[in-house]
């Protein structure tokens, strides 16, 4: 019953939910990932111009 009620008020979010979770490992690896090669670059595209 409660399963009806979510799939009706979520919808398509449902499976996209479930798809998420099954690969979060994967997701969270990619996010980490972007956010420290941010960082990263950042960092060193920033030291050429203080010594200049």
Do not use: C, W
Request: proline share 4%.
């Amino acid at each position: 019953m409660t399963d009806l009620f979510l799939d009706f008020m979520l919808g398509p979010i449902r499976g996209i939910g479930d798809f998420y979770f099954e690969h979060q490992m994967i997701f969270n690896s990619i996010v980490v990932g972007v956010a420290a090669f941010t960082l990263f670059s950042k960092k060193k595209a920033k030291q050429p111009n203080e010594q200049s």
